[in-house]
T-cell receptor
Framework: DQQVKQNSPSLSVQEGRISILNCDYTNSMFDYFLWYKKYPAEGPTFLISISSIKDKNEDGRFTVFLNKSAKHLSLHIVPSQPGDSAVYFCAALRLSGTYKYIFGTGTRLKVLA | DSGVTQTPKHLITATGQRVTLRCSPRSGDLSVYWYQQSLDQGLQFLIQYYNGEERAKGNILERFSAQQFPDLHSELNLSSLELGDSALYFC???????????????FGPGTRLTVL
């Protein structure tokens, strides 16, 4: 039962354009949603998060949008840079009741110079 | 550098064997998490410790166990190893038990386990 899904395993974007990474979830009880970036041979690094009571959070070139009715979140990177090429994982965190920290399977982003 | 260290970096062993993976969290972090990443899979949460106590359990097999010591380092023990246990094992730490203010975790570089 995959509660957090990233349906696109890969994405290629031209440098300077917008990258949009998508994530869907099935459980409406999550309290936070997070995005992590992972380079080869390294552990994931935290990128940005959003509380379930918000619908948008922005940090520099990165913006996360949350659509609770659709149980969907997306990460926008504008403008995309070659250094953004990595695997991006979305994660969902539930604090109340049974603790859950669930990662998606990741989307490999390639930014073309 | 996240400040989380994991040893060893690589481990090659045979089926049926037992191994121990070690993690040192960031200075001051009380929470330690263990994750397994198999080929083409997302990160599977295994277990969380907070200040020496088990706090949450995920998809951890009975053949696996973990503990967190008084100095806050943690060990993940994998026994009766099977071929399917080959994976990257990540440790992460955070300063908060339940992830207030966004739930950010800091990940180590991982231990790559190969079971032959």
């Amino acid at each position: 039962d995959q509660q957090v899904k990233q349906n696109s395993p890969s994405l290629s974007v031209q440098e300077g354009r917008i990258s949009i990474l998508n994530c869907d979830y099935t459980n409406s009880m999550f309290d936070y949603f997070l995005w992590y970036k992972k380079y080869p041979a390294e552990g994931p690094t935290f990128l940005i998060s959003i509380s379930s009571i918000k619908d948008k959070n922005e940090d520099g070139r990165f913006t996360v949008f949350l659509n609770k009715s659709a149980k969907h979140l997306s990460l926008h990177i504008v403008p995309s840079q070659p250094g953004d090429s990595a695997v991006y994982f979305c994660a969902a965190l539930r604090l109340s009741g049974t603790y859950k920290y669930i990662f998606g399977t990741g989307t490999r982003l390639k930014v073309l110079a | 550098d996240s400040g989380v260290t994991q040893t060893p970096k690589h481990l090659i062993t045979a089926t049926g064997q037992r191994v121990t993976l070690r993690c040192s969290p960031r200075s001051g972090d009380l929470s330690v998490y263990w994750y397994q990443q198999s080929l083409d899979q997302g990160l599977q949460f295994l277990i969380q410790y907070y200040n020496g106590e088990e706090r949450a359990k995920g998809n951890i097999l009975e053949r696996f166990s973990a503990q967190q010591f008084p100095d806050l380092h943690s060990e993940l023990n994998l026994s009766s190893l099977e071929l399917g246990d080959s994976a990257l094992y990540f440790c992460a730490s955070s300063s908060r038990t339940s992830g207030h203010l966004g739930g950010e975790q800091f990940f180590g570089p991982g231990t790559r386990l190969t079971v032959l």
